[in-house]
């Protein structure tokens, strides 16, 4: 019999996980809740964590056990700071999942560079180098394949690409910087800038029909209206693309891709935006004209992707 | 007898040549003009960079030769394009170089990611496996070491961090874009900083001795002042440290490295700048409390750096 192989995305709400086999197949999934709430404990988040792992090997333990988690993961597994995971805070989960278990080879590593792993290994990067992954979700995310791996930086931290700061003197981050990535081209990225429309007396059809409270436009209620095809709504979808080609073109620049993959919740809409990004690109990258066509798509592994990354990495040990 | 090594680094003046043995000593070196003007042909670059080689080995072939150019250089040695040498626009440098010397193994590539390879190998960044280079001359170059490797990306333009976007609506930049890096963190950055200064009313002692003519301050008149201990003019000096932590903070995000090393001309007088920019740098950088120190340093390779570093690829083909 084969190796069990197991991979886990730990989000701030669900967790993911996967069972593949040597192929990569994915043979056996689940998901399931993440425990919530003040008094949850980092034990309570190994148990949910270990019975996530149970139901996709029919209770048996992994041979390789990957660990995508939602936070600053040193490259040892250890959890630096997750927002919106605490009880996860300072935890050395290889050391943890190790000691549950005793058999397995285990990894563990931020999120998005899973996701990133997996869009590269079975996905929309296949056959690609250098690769750009950005995950676009409440905030941004991102992971760099270089000369054909996942490039983790000295410490793991690599891919914090959403706190690029675009300009200093933008809208406050909640990280303390003004003018972050993940202000503009996120899904709260959305939500700002279709409110700073509707102050600046744009999106008037969408404001009446909100009851005419600039302030209550939230990102659904505009992909809804760009979908009925409201003019003004569009403009934000393209100031959206314009701001990730932004983003997307000072990484160009500084790693040389030959793909940017856009993953993430906000990428189900990402026909709104993507071609506005798309467009935009040659005008904000230095030397566009020698260089080769930059396509940015979207991912292919779609949600699993994290778990499926982590996975694969447990693979490559 | 042992191979003879040998590196060039062609800037848009000089041609700067090294001999090196298997350790990385160099052992003979030489230094001579880029011909200039209209007229020139690349056959006048290539029997110039010919000559420099020739001047290093006594004459001889060599059985290795790295060349360092200054411009967009893809992975398999053909130069883009080159602002300063445009001669060389669209040569294939890996294939002219290896007819002039048959016997050679050739490698070519862009000038900052050979100095990065020497700073890495043999200067002030030993013993790190992720590293920045930022070198800062009239414009700012850039090299990535990630995972112990330098990482020339998809199609060898990795590392044109001096274009990064800092301020959309920031001053304009000859590439087209607005708010460049190297509009504010280098030689040039320093003069528009210093005449920004100067024409908002400071400076008066230092636009006073130019004669009361703002526009006249230059980079030099503004390092002079500073040794001089002129406190508006050390104001500038905070400015262009803030500008280039700005700007080490993103790549420090993105990337994650362990060490910055400084280099190109402006670093000559980085006691000026470097310490402002270490003292900004953990206000610009997201969850700087859970990340390791980032030192920024000089480079200790200097002027050879491009050369040597080029050297030092060829021997690692």
Same mark, same amino acid.
């Given at each position: 019999?084969?190796?069990?192989?197991?991979?886990?995305?730990?989000?701030?709400?669900?967790?993911?996980?996967?069972?593949?086999?040597?192929?990569?197949?994915?043979?056996?999934?689940?998901?399931?809740?993440?425990?919530?709430?003040?008094?949850?404990?980092?034990?309570?988040?190994?148990?949910?964590?270990?019975?996530?792992?149970? &139901?996709?090997?029919?209770?048996?333990?992994?041979?390789?056990?990957?660990?995508?988690?939602?936070?600053?993961?040193?490259?040892?597994?250890?959890?630096?700071?997750?927002?919106?995971?605490?009880?996860?805070?300072?935890?050395?989960?290889?050391?943890?999942?190790?000691?549950?278990?005793? /058999?397995?080879?285990?990894?563990?590593?931020?999120?998005?560079?899973?996701?990133?792993?997996?869009?590269?290994?079975?996905?929309?990067?296949?056959?690609?180098?250098?690769?750009?992954?950005?995950?676009?979700?409440?905030?941004?995310?991102?992971?760099?394949?270089?000369?054909?791996?996942?490039?983790?930086?000295?410490?793991?931290?690599?891919?914090?690409?959403?706190?690029?700061?675009?300009?200093? /003197?933008?809208?406050?981050?909640?990280?303390?910087?003004?003018?972050?990535?993940?202000?503009?081209?996120?899904?709260?990225?959305?939500?700002? =800038?279709?409110?700073?429309?509707?102050?600046?007396?744009?999106?008037?059809?969408?404001?009446?029909?909100?009851?005419?409270? /600039? *302030?209550?436009?939230?990102?659904?209620?505009?992909?809804?209206?760009?979908?009925?095809?409201?003019?003004?709504?569009?403009?934000?979808?393209?100031?959206?693309?314009?701001?990730?080609?932004?983003?997307?073109?000072?990484?160009?620049?500084?790693?040389?891709?030959?793909?940017?993959?856009?993953?993430?919740? =906000?990428?189900?809409?990402?026909?709104?935006?993507?071609? &506005? &990004?798309?467009?935009?690109?040659? *005008?904000?990258?230095?030397?566009?004209?020698?260089?080769?066509?930059?396509?940015?798509?979207?991912?292919?592994?779609?949600?699993?992707?994290?778990?499926?990354?982590? &996975?694969?990495?447990?693979?490559?040990?």
């Amino acid at each position: 019999m084969s190796d069990a192989i197991v991979g886990l995305d730990v989000g701030g709400t669900k967790i993911a996980a996967v069972a593949i086999d040597d192929t990569f197949q994915i043979i056996g999934e689940a998901v399931s809740p993440v425990p919530r709430g003040g008094s949850v404990s980092v034990d309570d988040v190994l148990t949910a964590m270990t019975q996530a792992v149970r &139901a996709v090997t029919g209770g048996a333990d992994p041979d390789r056990l990957g660990a995508g988690l939602p936070g600053m993961v040193t490259r040892e597994g250890r959890m630096t700071v997750a927002p919106n995971l605490p009880a996860a805070n300072g935890v050395d989960f290889t050391a943890e999942l190790g000691r549950i278990f005793p /058999s397995a080879q285990v990894v563990v590593l931020n999120d998005a560079d899973a996701a990133t792993v997996a869009e590269h290994r079975v996905g929309a990067a296949v056959g690609h180098d250098n690769v750009l992954m950005v995950t676009l979700g409440t905030g941004i995310g991102g992971g760099l394949i270089l000369d054909g791996k996942i490039r983790r930086g000295a410490h793991g931290f690599a891919g914090e690409i959403g706190h690029m700061v675009l300009d200093p /003197s933008g809208p406050a981050c909640p990280c303390g910087q003004r003018g972050c990535f993940e202000r503009y081209a996120s899904g709260s990225g959305l939500a700002r =800038l279709a409110r700073e429309a509707a102050m600046s007396g744009h999106l008037t059809s969408l404001v009446t029909a909100l009851g005419g409270d /600039s *302030e209550a436009v939230r990102g659904e209620d505009v992909a809804a209206a760009a979908r009925a095809g409201d003019g003004e709504v569009l403009a934000v979808f393209d100031e959206l693309g314009w701001w990730l080609a932004r983003g997307v073109a000072n990484l160009a620049m500084i790693v040389d891709f030959s793909l940017v993959v856009v993953g993430g919740g =906000l990428s189900d809409i990402a026909d709104l935006f993507l071609p &506005a &990004a798309q467009r935009h690109l040659p *005008e904000l990258c230095e030397g566009w004209s020698y260089r080769a066509p930059l396509p940015i798509v979207t991912s292919t592994v779609g949600t699993r992707a994290g778990a499926l990354g982590a &996975a694969v990495m447990a693979v490559d040990l």
